[in-house]
């Protein structure tokens, strides 16, 4: 009892005192997280776009595959890419496997089931008529679809939150396709895992904190936005 209440003491140390390799991996994957949200997002938002507004063959196959892909295991996202970026892999020419673009890869893959699920719920919960007006009243398309997108916002803002922070705690695709390299590809989830396995239980308790203040904040925004949304509606 006495060697966790002194590893969470030295944890605090570290957090408070700014130790420079702790934030460096908090550096690393807020900076990779937030790259594969950025990329993720537009596509999904068109996508779902699409699966909300649009008919063509194939449609509801590909709503269930999407919802499908939410419960898909990291470590499986992982072992797939590991095969294709490997030298014996398909893109092993482009030399990307334990690098922070093949974690970006990795994680944008996690990411778009749940920003185009969630953001399909929310454009279907917008009145089609909203569409049909717009269009109507001579707004363009791409101000019709700002339009939807605006009604919208408060579901697919909560979309992006809930996308961020399954992407940012995941330990399985970025261990395999990062690689855990110091200064490079060590990010919160994987260093967890390993200061714990060497018995540094001060660093992994330091970071884990970190994740939690974060979750905290996410879901207290997410509290907030769909509170909002209640409001408005």
Same mark, same amino acid.
């Given at each position: ?20 390799? +702790?934030?460096?991996? %908090?550096? $690393? ?19 779902? !776009? ?5 008919? !063509? ?14 419960? @898909?295991?990291? *470590?499986? %996202?992982?072992?797939? !890419? ?22 970006? $890869? ?38 019709? *679809? ?7 916002? @408060? ?8 996308? @961020?922070?399954?992407? $940012? ?18 990010? $919160? ?28 904040? +996410?879901?207290?925004?997410?509290? *907030? ?9």
């Amino acid at each position: 009892m006495g060697s966790i209440a002194e590893s969470t003491q030295q944890a605090l140390v570290l957090l408070v005192g700014g130790d420079p390799g +702790l934030w460096e991996i %908090v550096g $690393i994957s807020f900076q990779v997280s937030l790259t594969a949200i950025a990329i993720a997002t537009p596509v999904a938002l068109a996508v779902a !776009f699409l699966l909300a507004f649009g008919r !063509f063959p194939g449609r509801r196959v590909l709503i269930t595959l999407f919802n499908t892909f939410l419960s @898909f295991p990291a *470590v499986v %996202v992982g072992l797939t !890419f590991y095969l294709l970026l490997s030298r014996q892999g398909p893109l092993g020419e482009w030399q990307l496997l334990f690098t922070q673009p093949a974690m970006i $890869i990795g994680q944008i893959v996690l990411a778009l089931p749940i920003l185009v699920a969630m953001g399909h719920s929310s454009l279907q919960a917008v009145d089609r008529r909203a569409w049909e007006t717009a269009r109507t009243l001579g707004a363009s398309r791409t101000r019709a *679809v700002y339009t939807l997108m605006r009604e919208a916002r @408060f579901g697919l803002l909560a979309a992006l939150l809930a996308g @961020f922070g399954r992407i $940012i705690a995941e330990v399985g695709a970025s261990m395999m396709l990062g690689g855990n390299i110091l200064h490079y590809t060590r990010n $919160i989830p994987t260093a967890i895992a390993l200061e714990t396995s060497k018995g540094d239980f001060a660093q992994g308790i330091a970071l884990g904190i970190v994740l939690l203040l974060m979750a905290f904040m +996410l879901n207290g925004l997410l509290q *907030v936005v769909q509170g909002k949304g209640r409001q408005t509606a």
